[in-house]
């Protein structure tokens, strides 16, 4: 067959350029193999929530008082910032919480400095209200739980998960991890009124003396021949044994009444309804989670393995487990990715080789890999992760990759079998695939674009 195709365009220049193509392959290969490893892998891809809270502790408030003196005065201060999309609140006992809905155009930090900028501003918030707490609701993936249980008291769960905690924290590659399950703790002082009349005391007078003797003070400074000296006063109580021995009253015979003299100091927990069992023992919970460019895989691994290590150190009776391991199903997903790859990778080799050519399915066969590999080197560029979503789309390409290379493989040999030579054949051969080849790349594109048009967190 007379060799007529025209010689002219990039597909034209690759095919007689041998070693500009071998480059470009080598150089695909050479970034994606580099770059996926250093690809951060999560379970999915952080975003912003476009939400914003404002928390004021109310300590001993009802809920309609919450509401009057909390909720409605933060919505009067921030409904007019700019970007405020949509306000609600939530009175509770206590506390009060106010939800601020993002404008999907504005910038949720700038925001932020608005909303706590017209926060500060209140001044007629109740004299007993605590500093508010503003801040941005962030996404952070939980990547498993450690259950500690056993029949041990509340006390000893809790200080064993805390000292989980240090040690996972300690370890590279884990920067964030909480303890759940069980309620914080809290130091209670009781008095009776009795009490209170046969020493003329009132609530407000222990209470200054339970702030002056607890506390830590800075003293300043003094400076000496040998450097200077800060001076600090340590006296921040933090046990109830402590407290229990802060002076109340001081009478001018001497006499000495210390607060356990008049009140009952516990030294306990939060008196909330929190409680967790596992298998009818009691149980807590020390969740890890992957935070910036940290990998999900990584830090499973790093837990598990620290499980398994110091698992036999707990005390008898108390054991540590895994719970609710979601790296699992990332895995399992990567896993997936990772079989219908190698699939196809037989598939078209064999279909190839069998009816066509060995040379041909050999090199057709590469450009799964080679278009993989140039994909995970462009995904840092697009600040894409790993994710459970990109994975799918990677599962989706390849069954695309696999059906056109075997087309476009099958039309260069049949220019071959005409008697054209393989670099006619090949330039022919693709030029007339790639019409069709590049419209059904882009159905599957166009069929999942409104999905860039959906607003909103989901």
């Known amino acids: 067959m007379k060799d007529l195709v025209e010689k002219k365009g990039p597909i034209a220049w690759f095919a007689q350029n041998h070693v500009a ?3 470009l392959m080598f150089l695909l290969m050479a970034g994606g193999l580099i770059t996926i490893f250093t690809i951060k892998v999560e379970l999915f891809p952080e975003m912003s929530m476009d939400l914003i809270t404002v928390t004021v502790p109310y300590r001993g408030a009802s809920p309609a008082e919450v509401e009057q003196g909390v909720c409605l005065r933060v919505e009067e201060a921030v409904a007019g910032v700019d970007g405020v999309k949509r306000l609600s609140s939530s009175a509770a006992e206590g506390a009060g919480m106010v939800f601020i809905e993002v404008e999907e155009y504005a910038d949720s930090s700038e925001v932020l400095d608005d909303v706590k900028a017209e926060v500060d501003r209140i001044i007629t918030f109740p004299v007993e209200t605590e500093k508010p707490i503003i801040s941005e609701v ?6 498993l739980t450690i259950v500690l249980h056993g029949e041990a008291s509340e006390r000893t769960l809790k200080e064993l998960a805390d000292n989980v905690r240090d040690e996972l924290t300690a370890l590279d590659d884990i920067s964030y991890v909480e303890v759940a399950g069980v309620r ?3 130091i209670s002082i009781e008095v009776s009124e009795e009490t ?4 003329s005391l ?3 007078d222990i209470s200054a003396a339970i702030r002056r003797s607890s506390l830590d003070v800075p003293g300043g400074s003094v400076k000496t021949t040998g450097g200077e000296v800060l001076i600090r006063t340590k006296g921040q109580k933090y046990t109830g044994r402590e407290f229990e021995d802060i002076i109340v009253i001081t009478r001018n015979d001497g006499t000495i009444i210390r607060l356990r003299d008049i009140a009952t100091v516990i030294d306990g927990f939060d008196d909330s309804e929190i409680s967790l069992r596992l298998d009818s023992s009691p149980a807590v919970l020390v969740k890890v989670y992957r935070v910036g460019q940290q990998g999900a895989l990584k830090v499973a691994g790093i837990v598990k393995k620290y499980v398994k290590t110091n698992e036999q150190a707990m005390p008898n009776g108390i054991s540590m487990d895994i719970w609710q391991d979601t790296s699992i199903m990332l895995r399992a997903r990567m896993d997936l990715l990772m079989r219908n790859a190698r699939m196809g990778l037989i598939l078209v080799f064999l279909s190839l080789a069998l009816f066509l050519n060995p040379k041909l399915a050999f090199w057709t ?3 799964i890999p080679i278009s993989f590999m140039g994909a995970f080197w462009l995904l840092p560029v697009f600040d894409v992760s790993l994710n459970m979503i990109s994975l ?4 989706m390409a390849l069954g695309i990759v696999v059906d056109d290379a075997i087309v476009v493989g099958e039309n260069i040999y049949a ?5 054209m030579d393989p670099v006619s054949a090949a330039i022919k051969g693709v030029r007339e695939m790639a019409a069709p080849v590049t419209m059904a790349v882009l159905t599957t594109m166009f069929a999942f674009a409104p999905l860039l048009y959906v607003s909103g967190i989901m």
Not at 138 to 143: A, F, I, K, Q
Not at 196 to 199: D, F, G
Not at 392 to 395: E, K, Q, R, S, V
């Open 21 to 23: 193509a071998n480059l």
């Open 138 to 143: 962030n996404t952070r993936y939980e990547v």
């Open 184 to 186: 914080p703790y809290e």
């Open 196 to 199: 209170l009349r046969r020493y």
């Open 202 to 204: 009132t609530f407000d």
């Open 365 to 367: 066969t590469m450009g």
């Open 392 to 395: 799918f789309g990677f599962i």
């Open 415 to 419: 220019y071959r079998e005409k008697g």
